[in-house]
């Protein structure tokens, strides 16, 4: 069975600073990996994704994440927090060669951006 | 382009009341989700539905019971809401039928249940 786990509910970053949410997948085989952000009171939007080819993905908002296969992790980072930033963070995994894409998250990652 | 849309947002029922969530998409997906959100466990999947026609249970389904309409609609019914159905529902959709394990997955805005 494949999971997922996300180190820390809460970070705290100060505006500016890295932002680094941790992300760790057990599966037996490689899956494909999804961080998706929810801002207050709204459904889930898709930051990026990786599913084959380079193991650096960039997604919107300046995100980025990479895959590392020897460590089955796939953090997401941001060079330099912003106030908007401020939001939960999901990771999630999905086994390939299923036939049907079923997600399965990790429990979040609440962001706090202080000014 | 709305996406995907949710009704009601809100909703207060008594334990042994009925009801049915609404949702609907219009990006012409043939796959759609729901999930349940409950604080430090994540979403989980409730039901899903490949395609117009089928559906298939999820993580879980006991006390639920879901309609694929047609293809823009999956409503999720709860004959007799426990409080342990207390939680946020999202429902979702991903454009391809099958084999497509990397899609993108929309979601709506939540319908926030609470069981009394």
């Known amino acids: 069975a494949q999971s997922v786990t996300q180190l820390g509910s809460h970070v705290s970053v100060s505006e500016g600073a890295l932002v680094l949410l941790r992300c760790n997948y057990s599966?037996?085989?490689?899956?494909?990996l999804f961080w998706y952000v929810q801002y207050p009171n709204q459904g889930l939007q898709l930051l990026l994704k990786?599913?084959?080819?380079?193991?650096l993905v960039k997604g919107i908002n300046g995100f980025e994440a990479e895959f590392k296969k020897s460590e089955t992790s796939f953090h997401l980072t941001k060079p330099s927090a912003h106030m908007s930033d401020a939001a939960e963070y999901f990771c999630?995994?999905?086994?390939?060669?299923?036939?049907?894409?079923?997600?399965?998250f990790g429990t979040g990652t609440r962001l706090l951006v202080s000014p | 382009n709305a996406g995907v849309t949710q009704t009601p947002k809100f909703q207060v029922l008594k334990t042994g009341q009925s009801m049915t969530l609404q949702c609907a998409q219009d990006?012409?997906?043939?796959?759609m989700y729901w999930y349940r959100q409950d604080p430090g466990m994540g979403l989980r999947l409730i039901y899903y539905?490949?395609?117009?026609?089928?559906?298939d249970k999820g993580e879980v389904p006991n006390g639920y019971n879901v309609s694929r309409l047609n293809k823009r609609e999956f409503s999720l019914r709860l004959e007799s809401a426990a409080p342990s159905q207390t939680s946020v529902y999202f429902c979702?959709?991903?454009?391809?039928?099958?084999?497509?394990?990397?899609?993108?997955?929309?979601f709506g805005p939540g319908t926030r249940l609470t069981v009394l």
């Open positions: 539905s490949a395609s117009e026609g089928t559906t």
């Open positions: 979702a959709s991903s454009e391809t039928q099958l084999s497509r394990d990397s899609d993108t997955q929309y």
């Open positions: 599966s037996s085989v490689p899956p494909y």
């Open positions: 990006m012409n997906h043939n796959s």
């Open positions: 999630a995994v999905s086994l390939p060669y299923t036939g049907f894409q079923k997600l399965v």
């Open positions: 990786y599913t084959t080819g380079a193991t």
